[in-house]
């Protein structure tokens, strides 16, 4: 017999959002839009998703007893970065509904585990090696060839923990820039992809496995950061049936409830391969905020509360960009723009590279 699937949680529940960061603020707003409370749960003080409820605790990631007043007060959690740790999350579960739950966090944090489970799926991926020390570096690189990176297989984001390696890299100084010290650490040695682009999917899929995704988009970065996303990507009508298709079939085996993020590198012959996973709102889908019918936040609402997922059609074309350290101090500018929407996230330091906001353009939307 069928097992009934769990009722719909009527608006005037409670979301619990592990993190108090940028996407968990626009998480927080749209689930106030269908008359949820939201409850954030990070140990950080004054960020940009406590800012926009009343309902806040701030308690390191470990406290058990914290952890249990929050599961007490929540109807479900979710979180909006995927670099909690695992042990927050499965203690969660015991008691409240966690989505996605800890499988999936386990292996979207695990650079390994993720290749690992995308070659299990038939999905294909970069050349990739474990990495436990720079003698293991240096037998793959002779055999992997240059250039190659090396990258934590936890825990980076951003660039940060990566090392590209050339021809004259040495092996025992690559190994200790990435793991700065840290006896535990464990690395992936990838191949180098020399890709025509970089394209996103999102998708989203609800309790009873329906799935609604947002057309491939392109992703540009400076300084290993993503500066601007062009919506819809700018690929051949095969390629981003391919791009959904891989999307879609890796939220089905993950089995998740929310939000998967796909970063995929296209490359000069139209191959797709998948880069990293990511279980949670994108930065790559903040555009659908205003050029799509539902946006990301509000898609991953829905999904985690039980509800219908909404359209993920778009009305609009559009480029986003983020705003970066001290670029977010010109808001007057970008507020006279009319043809633009100006996001800022209440961040107080402008440190450079920092994500303070950003900036959507749209324009009609193009048919073919």
């Known amino acids: 017999m069928t097992e009934a699937l769990p009722a719909p949680l009527a608006p005037g529940a409670t979301l619990g959002i592990l993190g108090g960061g940028q996407l968990g603020r626009m998480t927080a707003l749209a689930a106030a ?137 040495d092996p025992a100084a690559a190994w200790a820039e990435m793991t700065g010290g840290d006896p535990e650490a464990r690395g992936i040695l990838e191949a180098f992809v020399d890709f025509k682009l970089e394209v996103s999917v999102i998708v989203a899929r609800g309790l009873d496995g329906e799935m609604a995704d947002y057309p491939p988009v392109e992703n540009q970065h400076e300084g290993h950061i993503l500066r601007t996303t062009i919506a819809p990507a700018r690929i051949t009508p095969l390629v981003a049936e391919r791009a959904e298709a891989t999307a879609r079939r890796l939220a089905e085996a993950l089995d998740m409830v929310g939000l998967l993020a796909v970063e995929m590198f296209v490359t000069e012959d139209g191959e797709v391969l998948v880069n990293e996973l990511a279980p949670r709102p994108h930065n790559s889908g903040h555009w659908t905020i205003d050029a799509c019918v539902t946006s990301q936040f509000e898609q991953v609402v829905r999904a985690v509360m039980g509800l219908p997922l909404g359209s993920s059609d778009h009305h609009s074309d559009a480029v986003m960009r983020n705003l970066l350290g001290e670029e977010a101090a010109a808001w007057r500018a970008q507020l006279g723009d009319r043809n633009q929407k100006l996001h800022l996230y209440g961040k107080a330091e402008a440190k450079p590279g920092r994500k303070m906001g950003h900036v959507t353009r749209l324009a009609p939307r193009s048919e073919g």
């Open 33 to 169: 839009a269908l008359g949820y409370r939201s409850h954030i749960y990070c140990p950080e003080a004054d960020g940009p998703a406590s800012q926009v409820t009343p309902l806040f605790t701030q308690a390191a990631y470990d406290d058990e007893a914290a952890l249990a007043d929050f599961a007490e007060a929540v109807d479900v959690v979710t979180f909006e970065f995927e670099n909690i740790p695992l042990r927050t999350v499965e203690i969660l579960a015991r008691s409240v509904a966690v989505r996605p739950g800890p499988e999936v966090l386990a292996i979207c944090q695990d650079r390994l585990r993720e290749k690992d489970f995308c070659g299990n799926q038939g999905v294909a991926t970069a050349r990739y090696a474990a990495i436990d020390g720079p003698d293991a570096l240096a037998r793959h690189l002779r055999d992997f060839g240059t250039p190659a990176v090396l990258k934590t297989a936890r825990l980076g984001y951003d660039g940060k923990g990566q090392v590209r390696l050339e021809a004259d890299s």
